[in-house]
Structure formats: C-alpha cells, structure tokens
C-alpha cells in the first residue's frame, strides 16, 4: 500500500478516536450529578397535618411530594404515599404540597388518609422554586436540606423507602 494511504488512515483513525472520546467526555460530563443545592423553605402554614420547616428536619431526610387532586397518577401513588409515610421509615419524612389545585385538596388527603403535613401552593411559586415541571413529582431533600433527587414518576413504597435510605 502507497504511504499516502496509509498516512490517511492513520489520521482517520486518529480523528475518529478524538470524536470518540470527545463524545463521551461530553456524554459523562453532561451526565454528571451538578452540586445539590439548598431545598426552598416551605411555607409557614400547613392545609392539613402540623406544619414543619425544613430546619426541623435537619439531620433527617424527607420526602416532598408535590401532588393534585385533578392528576390520575397522584391518586395512584397516593396509598403507597400513605402507607410509607406510617412505616418506621417513612414515620416524620414525608411532607406533600398541593400543587396549583384550586381547592380540591381536602377530599384528596381525607380519601387517601393523609395525616403528615400538607402545604399549598395555589399559584405554583413553590413548585417553580422546587423545579416542578409535572406531576407528581416527589423531591427527595438530604440530611442536610439538600436537594438530593427529583422524580417525576409514580412512587411506591419501595421506591420512596429507597431514595430516602440513598439521601440519609
């Protein structure tokens, strides 16, 4: 083979290689867990249940979940919602918002037991603040009033005993 071709490949591979660690530099990097930033207070007053701040927690992971009593997937982890938040895992961590639901909040939590704190937020301030884009959506908050993990999914019990245990 004439050295010319050979120089090309070598060169085509060269760069080939460079893309290829280039796209996955960008992959890991894009990927990579930013700096948990501190959780937005909560508000002074509770709907239902005795309000809580963020500072009572400390030393405690929590889970936010933010909730409407119009969305069909928030009335399908509401039980499993229940159910942990009375197991010794869940027993003081779960806190719910209302989120931007115009009153209809009260049937919700009576149907569904709900006896930790719930916080309103009528006009989605805390939501924005919270990072909420649909619902539900449950914000895991470290032992030091972090934000830890947002999922935008449906949760069980399992899953929210998990990602309490992965914040503690």
């Known amino acids: 083979m004439p050295a010319r071709l050979l120089s090309?490949?070598?060169?085509?591979?060269?760069?080939?290689?460079?893309?290829?660690?280039?796209?996955?530099?960008?992959?890991?990097?894009?990927k990579?867990?930013?700096?948990r930033r501190?959780?937005?207070?909560?508000?002074?007053?509770?709907?239902a249940g005795t309000a809580v701040t963020l500072a009572?927690?400390?030393?405690?992971?929590?889970?936010?979940?933010?909730?409407?009593?119009?969305?069909?997937?928030?009335?399908?982890?509401?039980?499993?919602?229940?159910?942990f938040a009375r197991s010794p895992a869940g027993r003081g961590r779960v806190i719910a918002v209302d989120y931007s639901d115009g009153g209809s909040w009260r049937k919700f939590v009576r149907e569904y037991r709900w006896s930790f704190p719930v916080f309103?937020?009528?006009n989605g301030t805390l939501g924005t603040a919270f990072g909420i884009e649909a619902l539900p959506t449950t914000v895991?908050?470290?032992?030091?009033?972090?934000?830890a993990q947002t999922s935008a999914r449906?949760?069980?019990?399992a899953s929210l005993a998990s990602e309490l245990a992965a914040a503690a």
């Open 8 to 30: 090309h490949r070598h060169a085509l591979r060269v760069a080939l290689g460079a893309l290829a660690l280039a796209l996955l530099a960008y992959g890991v990097l894009h």
């Open 32 to 35: 990579a867990p930013s700096a």
């Open 38 to 47: 501190r959780a937005p207070a909560l508000p002074t007053h509770a709907l």
């Open 56 to 83: 009572q927690l400390h030393g405690h992971p929590a889970a936010v979940v933010f909730f409407a009593s119009w969305c069909g997937d928030c009335h399908v982890e509401a039980a499993a919602v229940a159910r």
């Open 120 to 122: 309103g937020d009528p």
């Open 140 to 147: 895991i908050i470290d032992a030091e009033g972090r934000i």
């Open 154 to 157: 449906v949760q069980t019990v």
